[in-house]
């Protein structure tokens, strides 16, 4: 964690990405923050370009109280969403997906990052677990229901998305690992809802 911004690794990743290759410091969009993460949240609100809405199920420091399966916004209303460490929570998580792509534009961006272990080959999950203690041993803290593995790129395909994941080891600089203290194993995956 950053001492002065208080962002983690993700946050920094994702706002890496961003600025160097995308032009979301730069072009007139529309952006859905959900579950937004403060750090984040307040050099994007900044900027004048954007059209940002934040949005949480149950914060109320949000533009709107919403829910991921149910999004209250019309059909291909944003530019992009931005999703990280949200779904893990969620038991309908392709319902959470599906809401996702609805909202966005064709050619539409969406960073979805969740709770991801390369070394599983496929999710562990049960919505069903609910002892606090259980699903932290199984999925590292009681609120997830869920830890998905390498396979969470076949969800968001199957969802609708085209997909690039990228591990960042392979991406990325030692350098720019190091200097912005990166998790060199994480994968990110852009998300684009296809024309």
């Keep these: 964690m950053c001492p002065k911004c208080l ?31 403060r750090c ?18 149950n914060r109320r420091d949000v533009a709107c109280q919403l829910d991921v399966t ?5 059909d291909e209303s944003f530019d992009a969403v931005l999703c990280l460490h949200v779904l893990e929570h969620v038991a309908d998580d392709f319902g959470a997906l599906t809401e996702i792509r609805r ?41 997830h229901l869920r830890i998905y593995g390498r396979d969470f790129e076949a969800r968001l395909q199957t969802a609708g998305f085209s997909v690039t994941a990228r591990q960042v ?17 994480e994968i990110f995956h852009v998300c684009v809802k296809p024309s």
Excluded at 13 to 32: C, D, I, N, P, Q
Excluded at 40 to 50: D, G, K, Q, S, V
């Design 7 to 37: 962002s983690l690794a993700r946050h920094r990743l994702l706002a890496y990405y961003l600025a160097r290759e995308t032009e979301f410091y730069a072009a007139h969009m529309r952006v859905l923050h959900v579950a937004p993460e």
């Design 40 to 57: 984040l949240a307040r050099r994007f609100a900044r900027l004048a370009n954007l059209d940002y809405v934040t949005g949480d199920l």
């Design 70 to 74: 149910a999004l209250p916004f019309e």
């Design 103 to 143: 909202v966005l534009r064709p050619e539409g961006l969406a960073i979805v990052q969740p709770a991801l272990n390369p070394a599983f080959e496929h999710t562990d999950e049960d919505v069903t677990l609910t002892d606090p203690f259980e699903r932290f041993l199984r999925f590292e803290t009681a609120e």
């Design 169 to 185: 080891s392979g991406w990325l600089s030692r350098t720019a690992i190091g200097l912005y203290g990166f998790d060199r194993d």
